[in-house]
């Protein structure tokens, strides 16, 4: 059995790298056709061929499930129609026993997932924003039209809002707004600066504004009374640091979406939002979405065993390569329907992750359970009428 387990692998890893290689060729390209209006002297072919070059491990894990589906199926389908499959179960390998075997041979894809997911992918995904930024002057994520905006909570109910207009690379930001609040939420300080970069748990700030607000001030105001003292305290600084859970690789965090972060910074930030008193439902999701995608490849090789194992008298291999197509993008809008439901339905975050893979699992083992005792629930049929007197 090892035997044929080595070669069985060979073949799905064949197949599935010819695959992965098409559909990343082709997402490519168009993704290649759909960039060209943003050519310019200042951001030329080298470039757009630069950016694209860093989004391929992302689209290779995008499309790492149902490359690996197809190729299964294709591979699988091969070895059926060479009657290869035949010889093992006549050899005695129950269809249990062929499943069990390609779990195994899926184990180094998953392991080789996780590295992409946690190790790769984040890191070119960053090299991406930031080069986006350095050539094109801006980056994806979460960014609003007057930049980016966190909010942190102080020991007695002071809130801080901290508004970063850009980010020039992975540390030093730029055109920094921060906004002091008391315990009442009153505005007591309002401070600008130019540039400002992350350090020591500190934002340290240059070319620095602060604009300190006088306590009476607001009941001067209300009252209509003309004060005898200064509303607001203005001075200038060249550098002010201060203290603040915010880092960069918080920011960067921001910047990415929570699907392509690695599960410790993804912890870290939901800590982050957490203690600040921030909305964490998608990161959670996010989380258990990270978690379960090696799973959801041990669901497509389950898939692609009974599509495989079926007796197709027309169309053969191309047949069933149309079934693996239509399973995994049907399973691919699952995902997402699930996840726009469990969103707005507030399941729990591990339902909303693993539901759609383990009612696939379930609904690939039920399938491969008919298809291994069709051949005996048809020979009990055939005794029973030959024995049932007419």
């Known amino acids: 059995m090892r035997i044929a387990r080595r070669y069985i692998a060979s073949e799905i890893y064949r197949s599935s790298a010819v695959v992965l290689l098409a559909l990343i060729g082709l997402f490519s390209f168009f993704n290649l056709i759909d960039e060209l209006d943003k050519l310019s002297a200042s951001f030329g072919l080298s470039s757009l061929l630069y950016l694209q070059a860093l989004s391929l491990p992302t689209q290779l894990y995008e499309l790492l499930p149902i490359g690996l589906l197809i190729g299964a199926v294709l591979a699988l389908a091969g070895l059926a129609q060479r009657n290869e499959l035949v010889v093992l179960r006549v050899a005695g390998v129950s269809g249990l026993q062929l499943l069990l075997s390609l779990w195994v041979i899926t184990i180094p894809l998953m392991i080789g997932a996780f590295i992409l997911s946690e190790y790769i992918t984040p ?18 994520g979460g960014r609003l039209s007057s930049g980016y905006w966190f909010k942190e909570n102080g020991d007695q109910d002071e809130m801080r809002l901290i508004n970063i207009g850009r980010l020039n690379d992975k540390s ?65 600084k060249e550098t002010l640091a201060i203290h603040t859970d915010l880092s960069a690789e918080r920011l960067l965090a921001r910047i990415l979406t929570p699907e392509r972060m690695a599960i410790t910074d993804l912890v870290d930030y939901i800590d982050y939002l957490d203690q600040n008193q921030l909305q964490t439902d998608r990161q959670t999701v996010a989380l258990w979405r990270k978690i379960a995608y090696p799973f959801t490849l041990l669901v497509m090789i389950t898939i692609a065993a009974p599509i495989s194992f079926m007796q197709t008298r027309r169309g053969g291999v191309g047949s069933k390569m149309f079934i693996g197509i239509l399973i995994g993008v049907g399973f691919f809008m699952a995902n997402q329907l699930a996840l726009n439901l469990g969103m707005l339905s507030h399941w729990e975050p591990w339902v909303t992750a693993l539901l759609p893979s383990l009612l696939a699992l379930a609904l690939a083992l039920i399938a491969l359970t008919i298809i291994e005792n069709q051949q005996r629930w048809r020979r009990k049929r055939q005794i029973t009428a030959s024995i049932t007197p007419p």
């Open 172 to 236: 030093t930001v730029a055109d920094i707004t921060i906004y002091e609040f008391d315990q009442e939420q009153h505005l007591q300080e309002f401070i600008q600066a130019k540039h400002g970069y992350f350090a020591d748990k500190q934002l340290h700030l240059t070319q620095v504004q602060r604009s300190v607000i006088n306590n009476l001030s607001l009941s001067a105001l209300e009252n209509d009374l003309k004060p005898d003292f200064a509303l607001t305290q203005v001075e200038t």
């Open 123 to 140: 890191r070119t995904e960053i090299q991406a924003s930031e080069s986006s930024l350095k050539l094109l002057g801006k980056a994806g």
